[in-house]
């Protein structure tokens, strides 16, 4: 790979990042998330991500550019990890160091995530990490697959 991939905390200037990468068309069509208009994104991030201290949330980066973010949040009584990354990192085992370097920071299990059922992508970094599917939910008009990372080990 070559790529030095790591996480960190957010920084403010990491926003503008994360902003552009939710309005990358290809990415949203392969999540199924609409992209949020700037103040609408920006005040989600200051107030339920930043802002919310039971909330994990870092940075990744590649050679020292920001290349995405991976988050985990409470839901009700389980909590869940999503991810978000440029394109141009796409298909290059950024997903997988990232993910495997944020399961050691975030140790909370059992950890769901819940990506739509058409993103193999995403499904596929997930079992990488140790995710195994529960079955599909259903958000909105899409089907997600469920995925549960256990307290045991494999």
């Given at each position: ?16 990042v ?6 990358d ?5 392969r ?20 802002g ?81 599917s ?21």
């Open positions: 790979m070559g790529d030095e991939v790591r996480i960190r905390d957010v920084e403010e200037a990491d926003l503008e994360f902003f552009a990468q939710e309005h068309a290809e990415a949203a069509r999540a199924r998330f609409p992209p949020r208009e700037r103040e609408r994104f920006m005040t989600h991030w200051a107030t339920n991500v930043l919310d201290p039971t909330v994990l949330a870092q940075t990744v980066t590649v050679d020292g550019a920001t290349a995405g973010n991976v988050v985990s949040w409470w839901e009700q009584e389980r909590r869940f990890i999503g991810y978000w990354f440029g394109r141009e990192y796409w298909g290059r085992g950024v997903g997988t160091a990232a993910l495997t370097l944020f399961l050691q920071r975030e140790t909370v299990r059992p950890l769901y995530a819940d990506p739509f059922v058409g993103n193999t992508g995403s499904v596929r970094l997930l079992e990488k990490c140790g995710f195994e529960t079955g599909t939910v259903q958000h909105g008009d899409n089907e997600h697959v469920m995925l549960v990372l256990s307290s045991e080990e494999p």
